[in-house]
């Protein structure tokens, strides 16, 4: 769990990164914001290209940042969307690779928390690398 002050910083920085989101297409712009066990903040904003399935969600983004930059262990992630959007299921399933334990906050632009919880119940019955045969290698 974060303390307010965590939660409001990480809404802030979330906030900020939803104003660079590359959005021109659905015009519907995600920040993110992801703490790291050891107290780094990643931010990502969703990156959209004229060739539509490319685009990248802001959950997505920030995740990537942080495990190319050696971070593998997270606290929490705070999304911030128009109107308190959910992440979507990509993002759910690539987030729980690392965290199944995620505590994740979705708030609007005005700062309203609209869903607080953690990754688990939003990602029942996860596929996870326990699924996978131990001797199958590609
Ligand atoms: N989007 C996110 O960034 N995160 C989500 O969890 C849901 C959707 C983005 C993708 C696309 O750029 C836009 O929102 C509309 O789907």
Redesign the pocket.
């Known amino acids: 769990m974060l303390t307010e002050d965590e939660r409001r910083l990480l809404f802030v920085q979330a906030l900020q990164a939803r104003e660079r989101a590359y ?1 021109p297409y ?1 015009g ?1 712009r ?1 920040g993110a914001a992801l703490l790291t066990e050891t107290g780094q903040v990643f931010t990502g904003a ?1 990156v ?1 290209n004229a060739v539509y399935p490319l ?1 990248l ?3 997505r983004v920030a995740l990537f940042k942080a495990v190319s930059e050696g971070q593998r262990r997270f606290r929490a992630l705070v999304v911030v969307t128009e109107n308190g ?1 959910m ?2 299921g990509a ?1 759910r399933q690539a987030l729980w690779e690392f965290a199944p334990d995620l505590w994740i906050w979705v708030l609007d632009v005005s700062g309203q928390v609209h869903w607080q919880g953690a990754l688990r119940d939003l990602l029942p019955h996860a596929f996870g690398v326990q699924d996978l045969p131990a001797d199958e290698g590609g």
């Open positions: 959005a659905s519907y995600v969703n959209e685009g969600c802001a959950e959007g992440p979507c993002c």
